[in-house]
């Protein structure tokens, strides 16, 4: 824990990590198992200091002592990281983010999903606000994909010449 605190940069209780340290963790090659040790304990050390994961944790204890099982769309899971129906939470740490959108578009496996397969492959283990947009954002900008997109529209035909008005 202390590698990986001493890795990141801390400004005012928000953790900056640096993408090479995120891509590193991220392609580990069991992350997507939820086994990887060391994309686990960066998710850790980037909600440990957060003030939402926070009030969260402050939240969910109050639930738990008034027996309010109304709302149980936020928990811990049981190594204490933070997650959303029953889906990671991913803080808006962009390098992070960045790493997990690549691991799961560009990848030799996934081989460039669409948006609709490759948000659906992500939001069922990960969470974070705008994710959606995110995808779409990213898939659009994918260089590859842009280049090997199918025209979906008419061919245009040969140019015509306009019929000449002689009412003038």
């Not at 850790?44 to 200091?49: E, F, G, K, W």
């Not at 983010?97 to 069922?124: G, P």
Request: net charge positive.
């Amino acid at each position: 824990m202390r590698l990986l605190n001493s890795a990141a940069k801390t400004v005012d209780c928000r953790q900056l990590v640096s993408c090479a340290l995120a891509s590193g963790l991220t392609s580990h090659k069991m992350v997507y198992d939820d086994s990887s040790k060391f994309f686990l304990l960066l998710v850790r050390s980037l909600q440990m200091n957060n003030l939402f994961v926070q009030a969260q944790k402050v939240t969910i204890a109050k639930d738990k002592q008034s027996q309010n099982t109304e709302d149980l769309r936020w928990a811990f899971n049981m190594t204490k990281l933070l997650q959303y129906e029953r889906r990671l939470y991913i803080l808006s740490e962009a390098s992070v983010q960045t790493e997990l959108l690549k691991h799961h578009h560009d990848n030799e496996l996934m081989k460039h999903f669409s948006i609709e397969r490759t948000l659906k492959l992500m939001s069922c283990k990960y969470y974070w606000l705008k994710l959606a947009k995110d995808v779409k954002k990213y898939v659009f900008s994918c260089n590859i994909c842009q280049r090997m997109k199918a025209f979906k529209h008419r061919s245009y035909g040969e140019m015509q010449t306009l019929p000449h008005s002689n009412s003038l």
